[in-house]
Nanobody, 123 residues
């Protein structure tokens, strides 16, 4: 069973930056595709970014492309989400997820989830 714990959320002004981290345990991290999803109040959970086992395949939603960067450190069993040029519409609970699929951008493809970390973008 894979356990995921997110950290790094908080309150930031528009145009600011935050770096989220997700620490994994209980599985073979280097064989998992890792992803970030987010859920704003009253909205469905949506895909943000994903990175394959080796980091050779990376996917972003159109809404964050060019502003967010996903990366991973297999030696530390950790995946990161660097978020720059943040906008109020980025406000959401951000979830880390893991799967054995090589390429996965759909929520239904991810069996393992963290508890989420709140990101609020506001002046």
């Amino acid at each position: 069973q894979v356990q995921l714990v997110e950290s790094g959320g908080g309150l930031v002004q528009p145009g600011g930056s935050l770096r989220l981290s997700c620490a994994a345990s209980g599985g073979t991290f280097s064989s998992l595709t890792m992803a970030w999803f987010r859920q704003a109040p009253g909205k469905q959970r949506e895909f943000v970014a994903a990175i394959s086992w080796t980091g050779s395949r990376i996917y972003y939603s159109d809404s964050v492309k060019g502003r967010f960067t996903i990366s991973r450190d297999n030696a530390k069993n950790t995946v990161y989400l660097q978020m720059n040029s943040l906008k109020p519409e980025d406000t959401a609970v951000y979830y880390c997820a893991a799967t054995g699929y090589v390429s996965a951008t759909s929520r239904s493809q991810y069996p393992y989830w963290g508890q989420g970390t709140q990101v609020t973008v506001s002046s």
